[in-house]
């Protein structure tokens, strides 16, 4: 079961790919990394997941391909690898300039606190059909972009998902 919510959790999070804004300007650097505390409501589940910018093949038949690792830290502190993924549209997460990026998207610009620190982010949120709404929260100058995820589902009040970012470096 754990691992079907962390799929749907990674899923949910490629998916917001697409509603990003066109410009970066924060480029995308291998290394990059992110580290997510995870907290799913109705099954009591707590954990960390890792993302990490592993690979860069500049444009590849016009297009630039990143791979990035998605792994879970267990609780001795070792990685147990649950996947890597080409993200062709990975510039997206990638911004400096909130205010635009944040008109692009349809959001609304508001302080969220998350262990990682206080960030001015941008807050989006979308239905995912058929039962899940996703509130994403992305800051600029953090690699892929996002601070804090909330997914619910909107047959069902007492699911909840929270994604929020512990910590993050910024790759080489």
Do not use: W
């Not at 009591?44 to 860069?56: C, D, F, P, S, T």
């Not at 302080?111 to 807050?123: D, E, L, R, S, Y």
């Amino acid at each position: 079961m754990t691992k079907i919510i962390v799929s749907i959790l990674t899923v949910l999070t490629l998916l917001s790919v697409t509603a990003v804004a066109d410009t970066p300007l924060f480029a995308p650097k291998v290394g990059d990394l992110a580290v997510y505390d995870i907290q799913v409501s109705d099954l009591n589940l707590k954990g960390q997941r890792m993302v990490r910018l592993e690979h860069i093949d500049h444009r590849q038949a016009g297009v630039t391909i990143y791979m990035a690792g998605f792994y879970t830290i267990k609780s001795d502190g070792s990685l147990r690898p649950l996947g890597r993924d080409s993200i062709f549209q990975l510039e997206k997460l990638y911004f400096t300039e909130l205010a635009s990026a944040c008109a692009e998207m349809n959001g609304a610009i508001e302080n969220v606190t998350v262990p990682a620190g206080i960030f001015a982010a941008c807050k989006v949120s979308k239905p995912v059909p058929p039962t899940y709404v996703v509130t994403q929260f992305y800051a600029a100058n953090i690699p892929f972009g996002l601070v804090k995820e909330i997914v619910t589902k909107t047959s069902d009040a007492s699911y909840s998902s929270t994604q929020e970012l512990n910590r993050f470096e910024v790759g080489k």
